[in-house]
């Protein structure tokens, strides 16, 4: 049906690559690009091994438009799927328009030298995506991703108007290692020490890093401290959904990685800026990922579950109702599959069905959008089948008040 090119071979584009590779159906042509060739390569080894699928493999620097350009017009795919940074959004935007491809992503852009991501910038592509015929669908990940979808199903088929929104992610996962983070160290250390944000009555609410958190139970795994942190997807909910009075996200975090995280920061290698190092120019968050163990790597003692959902409170017929929605999420189920841990599970997965959707022709529409602005049905439909099923709870307490 399609080719697609995935540009990353992180933890995150194995998964997806491996996904694609197990729906040749849809997928017909796939090729595997990054930074670094091998990894691509390794990756294509273990599919060709495992699934007996060729996946077609190359080099790029996604900083440079013209690399990418170069790189698209090697291989003709119908849509590009950015697994890379998110620092190079915007380089990879830019390329699918001078190549004329479509565009997906699963984070939204973060410019290098400051810890910020929001949308504005992609969402400043609109009118270019939409001139050109061309669809960009952004943050199709778990969350953002499945997180976006799962309010719009439960708008559309189980509320009138949504009001209070918490969006709550538990990783009750033991990797086993006194430190690592569960997809890139740099990318995961800057969002986490952020301040916290939230939406309330028509503005945002910040706090203190990690200065609000309580105990919430997740199905299958009990109580777990969880924290209130800024997530991007809050940002596109809010303003897809006016109706929400109230949008927060919960993550919960170990006391040990709360710990070294600190001490992390206090030392200063949670540094984005960047300090001359025996001449030599180094940023010391950079430095600190490459000693981290690879998020990609973590799966193979990886034991216990994440959970992630919504809860939900709205109105339907003129009540007041509740709804929890959720997906678990084994470690172990996911490294047997495609050889990662379930973080990278659970973003690649969704990227694929994304990239399923719109080579479907059904997430199709020329502009940029946040994927709350499709129809969540089809999606929801390969979740169950493609290893992420969903379930729900009505009118239970959702703890949150
Ligand atoms: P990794 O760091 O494991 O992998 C990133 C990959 O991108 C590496 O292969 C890296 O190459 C490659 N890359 C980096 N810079 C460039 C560049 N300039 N040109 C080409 N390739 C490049 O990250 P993950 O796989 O863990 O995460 C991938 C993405 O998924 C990130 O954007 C992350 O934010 C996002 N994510 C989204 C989630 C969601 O739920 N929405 C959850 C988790 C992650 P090299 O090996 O050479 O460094």
């Given amino acids: 049906m399609g080719k697609v090119l ?41 599919i060709k091994a495992k699934l007996g699928v060729t996946i077609k493999t190359d080099q790029v620097d ?28 915007l380089a990879i935007m830019d390329a699918c328009l001078q190549a004329g491809v479509h565009y997906m992503d699963t984070a939204n852009y973060e410019p290098k030298e400051e810890a910020k991501f929001e949308y504005k910038w992609q969402w400043a592509y609109q009118e270019k995506f939409k001139k050109a015929g061309l669809t960009a669908i952004l943050g199709c990940g778990f969350d953002p991703g499945v997180t976006s979808v799962f309010t719009a199903y439960a708008a559309k088929h189980h509320f009138d108007e949504i009001h209070y929104l918490d969006i709550v992610d538990c990783n009750a996962g033991d ?14 250390i800057r969002e986490v020490t952020q301040k916290g944000k939230y939406w309330e009555n028509g503005m945002w609410v910040e706090t203190e890093p990690h200065q609000i958190h309580q105990p919430l139970n997740y199905p299958n795994i009990g109580p777990k401290e969880s924290y209130l942190i800024y997530h991007e997807e809050l940002e596109s909910l809010v303003k897809n959904f006016p109706s929400l009075k109230r949008a927060r996200f919960w993550m919960t975090f170990g006391q040990e990685y709360l710990t070294h995280l600190r001490v992390i920061q206090n030392i200063g290698m949670a540094r984005i800026d960047p300090i001359i190092y025996k001449g030599v120019e180094i940023v010391p968050i950079q430095f600190l990922k490459e000693v981290l163990p690879n998020p990609g790597d973590l799966g193979e003692n990886y034991k216990g579950e994440t959970s992630i959902g919504c809860r939900i409170k709205g109105l339907k017929d003129g009540k007041e109702k509740t709804y929890y929605i959720y997906n678990n999420c ?9 050889g990662t841990q379930a973080v990278s599970y659970t973003t690649g997965v ?21 994927v709350e602005e499709f129809n969540p049905d089809p999606f929801m439909e390969q979740l169950n089948i493609q290893g992420l099923p969903w379930h729900e709870l009505h009118n239970v307490d959702l703890e949150l008040d």
Wanted: hydrophobic share 40%; charged share 20%.
């Fill in 62 to 89: 996604a900083d440079y438009v013209e690399q990418t350009v170069a790189l698209i017009k090697r291989h003709n795919p119908e849509l590009v799927v950015n697994l890379a940074l998110p620092y190079q959004d």
């Fill in 6 to 46: 995935i540009i990353g071979a992180g933890g995150v584009g194995q998964v997806a690559t491996f996904k694609c590779a197990m729906n040749t159906d849809v997928f017909t042509e796939i090729t595997l690009a990054s930074r670094t060739q091998s990894k691509c390569d390794k990756i294509a080894e273990e």
């Fill in 330 to 338: 084994s470690h172990e189920v996911a490294f047997k599959e495609t």
């Fill in 175 to 188: 990797h086993g290692k006194a430190f690592a983070t569960n997809f890139n160290p740099e990318i995961n």
């Fill in 350 to 370: 969704p990227a694929m069905i994304g990239a399923m959707m719109f080579l479907k022709g059904l997430w199709k529409k020329p502009g940029v959008f946040n």
